[in-house]
């Protein structure tokens, strides 16, 4: 026999991770709640198109990332998995005709994303994504809207520390000439320039500055910066934006180097770190206004921001920062266990189980087949606070329940038990304030 595992760079989230994530999960529902943001959810492949054009053929996420999907032989259509949210809700923007909603468009989903990425910490195959996206507002309060959401989400996570890095890439009015300066000035740097960034120059010259390559990073610390090349209309932008940003605390450092790894974006870019995080450089969340996305996706052209928070790194830093709480095997104590004195009754704990489940109960039959003793030990492990024992008054109407805490047992008519432990369990919660 194969011994299995999962496959390379994806992880399983056992019941106390899982736990965790959803945990994570309820904090954002209850901030877009709050903020207006109505969830969306869209298919976990896409034509590859939509990525290909959307996030840009000469980008590291489609040319080496991309997951594709092999056509069946009956199939023309090419597919490939998600890398990311944004691209396949422009797509739906586009196909449902979105631009004559009431504007501005506000979205928001979470979901598993796809890439082909090297594995390593923080790095997965499969990760998880916590995305807002709000179309049809050019900014730049909603830019600034956005950031400070993605902010209170860490905040309220637990995450310590959490910097905002922030620029502007401008716009389709003064990016040319930034690039025609930037080409210039890696061209006469050509003889340094590693070939996979030289290979890039023509195609992505944006690209070059993201790169990680060492000999990369010390010629891009004087290359020229993108936010000393801005438009008039792109810099009053940019700085509406923090102002809006300063005036609700927002705490951001501008990174003139920050430029981005897909392609769709234009004026603000953002990305949030923790500041002083050991030897890490892995950004938790990222995301930027991308005006020419709808527009690239054959609709009529209207402005777009939104914000991709990895959640996999999210909790990575709370157990890094020690504030991974013990989540325990991720399910709450059941409010009763039923158990009876007959092993090989089954039928009996299921029946009466499967009644109080129905009344709204958290109730778990032991459905083993070991003495009763065993029953009680595994039902006092199991946190429960009530244990249902079917025993020989059950021939009357009747069964026992036992206060596991409390120690104290009486008889209850079958037909009242529902009602009873229903108000015992609520009083127990209301008296320890659960
Ligand atoms: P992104 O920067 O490519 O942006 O990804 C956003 C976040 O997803 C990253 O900051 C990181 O936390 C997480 N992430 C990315 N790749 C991985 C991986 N291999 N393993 C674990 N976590 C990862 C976007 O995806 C844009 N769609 C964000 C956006 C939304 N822009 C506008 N709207």
Redesign the pocket.
Known sequence: MPTFRAPRGTRDLLPADAARFQGLIAIARDLTDRYGYRPIETPVFEQAAVFERGIGEVTD?VEKELFRIAPRTDEAEAWALRP???AGIVRAWVQHGMQTWPQPVRLTTIGPMF?Y?RPQA???RQ?W?F?V?ALGDPGPAIDAEIIELGHRFYGRAGVAGVEVHLNSIGDAACRPSYLAALVDFYRERAGAVPGPARARLERNPLRLLDSKDPTMVAINAGAPRIVDHLCAACAAHFAAVRAHLDAVHVPYRLEPGLV???DYYSRTAF?YYVTAREGQQQ??????R?DGLVELLGGRPAPG??????L??VALVLEEQGMADDAGPGVPAPDVVVVSADPADTIARFVVATRLRGAGLAAQPDLGQRKLGRQLEAAARDGAHFAVILGDELAGGHVQVRDLKAGSQRLVAVDDLARELGRAVASHRHGTGE
Do not use: K, S
Not at 283 to 288: F, I
């Open positions: 996420v990311e949210p944004t890439r990425d923080g790095r997965y990760f994504q995305d996206e981005r790894g897909l990305e950004a938790l969340g990222g995301g930027g991308y921001i939104g914000f991709g928070l990895g996999d790194r």
